[in-house]
T-cell receptor, first 115, second 115 residues
């Protein structure tokens, strides 16, 4: 149980275009979702936290106008990288919470390459 | 100083060896401690979760927490080549009543188990 499906698993886009990444909780309602980015050989860096039906809370240094997060339902959250640039190339991972305690499950990640 | 420190390795051991992975932390408010395993280009998967100081065992894995020293460990017995991955420690505090806790990750230790 507690599976999060993340799509796409990889995407290549041209500089200046926008890319949308989806995370769906398949068998539970995700009250909170977290979005991370991970550079090669580095740990996960939290970008933002979103609760269903409310605006996302962004970490310091993360541009909220560039990384648009929508969590309109308890089973779907999306991250849109707007006007992507090569420096946005990274591994993006979502995580969903299904309650208190250890209720975190991660998506399989999306490798974004901006050319 | 980072809130969570983890030796990035890389760590190479022969098959069958006992592996010891460690993290230290500075924030005494951390209440929950987790170990995740991450294979290349995949999302992290939860291995172990602990709350109180002491040991917790699950198969070949033992998680140890020493809150007085702010030190946690993961031991892997009879290591296998399939254990080769990056191991991330993660910790959390309660961010608000009814909300999910935000995870703070260590930098990850890259482990290779040689056949």
């Amino acid at each position: 149980g507690a599976v999060v499906s993340q799509h796409p698993s990889w995407v290549i886009c041209k500089s200046g275009t926008s890319v949308k990444i989806e995370c769906r909780s398949l068998d539970f309602q995700a009250t909170t979702m977290f979005w991370y980015r991970q550079f090669p050989k580095q740990s996960l860096m939290l970008m933002a936290t979103s609760n269903e039906g409310s605006k996302a809370t962004y970490e310091q240094g993360v541009e909220k106008d560039k990384f648009l997060i929508n969590h309109a339902s308890l089973t779907l959250s999306t991250l849109t990288v707007t006007s992507a640039h090569p420096e946005d190339s990274s591994f993006y991972i979502c995580s969903a919470s299904y309650g208190t305690g250890t209720g975190y499950t991660f998506g399989s990640g999306t490798r974004l390459t901006v050319v | 100083q980072k809130e969570v420190e983890q030796d990035p390795g890389p760590l190479s051991v022969p098959e069958g060896a006992i592996v010891s992975l460690n993290c230290t932390y500075s924030n005494s408010a951390f209440q929950y401690f987790m170990w995740y395993r991450q294979y290349s280009r995949k999302g992290p998967e939860l291995l172990m979760y602990t709350y109180s100081s002491g040991n917790k065992e699950d198969g070949r894995f033992t998680a140890q927490v020493d809150k007085s020293s702010k030190y946690i460990s993961l031991f892997i017995r009879d290591s296998q080549p399939s254990d080769s991955a990056t191991y991330l420690c993660a910790m959390s505090i309660k961010i608000s009543s009814g909300s999910a806790r935000q995870l703070t990750f260590g930098s990850g230790t890259q482990l290779t188990v040689l056949p």
